[in-house]
C-alpha cells in the first residue's frame, strides 16, 4: 500500500493541473487578507484597518479558506480525472490490479497535498496579512492566539474538501465537466441554494459543502466569499461541521468507487 | 539498443497462461465466445484476429481490467489480482497512450516502478533497454507513436516480468524498431519468459511467432506451431516445374496422383509427400528443375478462417489435427 501511495504522489507531482492550484492558493489568500483588512476599516473601499473583533481575526487567519474552497476538490478531481482523460487507468490498474488499493492511495495521497495547500495558504497569510495587519497597528499576538480555533479545522477542512473532489471525480470522470461541476457549485450553485432558502423557507442552508467547511474551519468565511452566507447566517458547530463534511467527502467516493470505478476497463 | 543486457532481475520463470470457457458479453454483443487455449513458455504466440473479435477484450480480462461473463483467465492457475507481485509477473502493452502527456518519461517510469513495488532506479535500466535512454527528460506528450510504444514497453518490463502481454505493440514503429520488437520477443521467449502478442501485421507475425492462435467473432478459429497452421493443416501440395511437363503429367496419371497444371512447365500435385514423389519421377527419368513443397502462408490461413468461410475454400487438403475449429 506504501507503494501504491508514492505512486500515486509521484503522479500528483507531475500533474500540472495540481501545481495550478497551487499557484492559485497563494495569491487568492493574500486577496481574502486585503478583503479582511478594508473591511475591518469599514464599508468596503473606505480604509484599511487591523482586524478588531475575535470573528475578523479568525478570518484573517483563515484567509486562504475561500481558495480552498474551490481548489481543493479540483486537485482532488484531477487525481482521478485526468487518469480517465489521459487513459492511464489502464496502466494504474495493470499495475496495482486491487482497485481498492488503488483508491486508497489516491485517497492519502489527495489528503496529502491538500494538507499542503492549506498550508501554503497559511504561509500567504503570515508572509503578507499579519505583517500589513501589524504596520495598521494590529497585535499580532491576539491575531495568532486563535491558531488553534482555525488552523486544524482550516486543514481538516481542506483534506474533507479534496476527498470531496475526489470523490465527485469518481463519480463524474469527464474531466472538464466535474471541474465546471465543481466551480459552478462552489462559486454559484451553493450562494444560490442558501439564498433562496433563507428567503423563501427561512432556512439556513448550511449543511452544504462549503457551510459545512466553513464551521470545521473556525466559523470562518462569513460573507467574505462564503457562499453567500451574510450576516445572521447560523453555521453548524465545528463537530457538526466536520461531520457533515466527512459525509461530503466519502459518501461520492464510496458511491463512485461502487459505481465507476469498479467498471471494466475497455 | 541491445537485447543482450535485457537484465533479468531474476531468472524468469516458465509460466502458462491458461484461457478456460472464456465469454465476455457487452450489452447485446458477445465480445469472447467460450474461448479456451493455453499459451505455453518460453514461445511467441501470436494471438491473431480480424478487428473486433475479441482479442483485445481477452488480454484485459487476463490483466484484471475487464471482468469476464464466464470461464476464467490464468497465469499458472491464478488470476492477475491474486497475484503476490503482477508486475513482476506480468508485464503488459494494451495502449500506445497511456501516460500523461506532461509527465517525463522518468519519471512515468518511477511511478510505475514505485507502483508495482520496484526499485526506481529499474527506470534507467528499461529506458535503456528500449533505446529511449537519451530521452529520459523528455515529456511523453512529445513522444512520437513508436517512441510511445518503447515507453510502454518499457512500463511493461518495469518488473522483468515472466511474462509478455503485447496489444498490437509494432503499431507505429518503423522498420527498424519492428524488427528490434521481433528480435527483442524472440530474446525474451529465448529466457523462457512466455511472450503472447496480439497483431495484425501478419507477415510480421509470420517471421516472428511460434504458435498461433487464431480467433473470430470471439471464438476460436485455430490453434497450434506456425508450421503446423500454415504447412499441415492446409494439406500437402507440391510444386514441379519441369521442360517435360506433359510427360510428368503422364506419369502421375499413370500413379493415379491428383495434379493440376499451372503452366507450360509447371504443375501441382497435390496430397503428396516429396518422398512419394522424388522416386516416381527418378525412376521414369523426368527431367525436373524444380520440386517444392507448398503451404498456404499465414495470411491465407488467417483470411479463410476468420472469413467464416472453411479452410478447405481456399486451400484444397485435409485438415490435420491442430485445433481447428469449426464454428
Redesign the interface.
Known sequence: MI??I??EL??MR???GVWVTFGLAFPLAVLICVAVLARAGGPLGHTFSHVHTLRQRRELLGAGYFGLEVLAPVMGLLCVT?EYR???M?????????RSQVLGAKVVATALWSVLLALLTLVAVVAVGLPWNAALGGVTSQVTDQLGAVVPGLVLSAILLGLFGLGFGTLVKNQIAAILLTIGGTLVLESILIALARAIFHYDLNWLPNGAGAALAGDIARGLGGGGRGAGFHLLTWWQGGLVMLAWGFVPLVAGYFTTFRR??? | MTSANAGSLSAPRGLPLEFRSLSKQFGTVRAVDDLSFTVQPGRVTGFLGPNGSGKTTTLRILLGLVHPTSGTATIAGRRYQDLENPTATVGAVLEATSFHPARRARTHLRMAARAGGHDVTRADEVLELVGLGGDARRKAGTFSLGMRQRLELATALIGDPDILVLDEPSNGLDPQGIAWLRDFMRYLAGEGRTVLVSSHLLAEMAQTIDDAIIVSFGQLKAQGTLAQITSHLTGLSMRARSPEADRLCHVLGQAGLPFRRLGPDEVAIDGVTPEQVGPLLASNQVVLYELVQEGADLEQVFLSLTSGLGFGAVAQGTPGAVGVSDR
Open positions: 507503494d501504491a508514492r505512486a509521484i503522479k507531475s500533474m500540472p485526468g489521459h487513459k492511464t489502464t496502466t494504474t490498474f495493470v499495475l496495482r490490479p486491487v471494466d476497463v475497455t
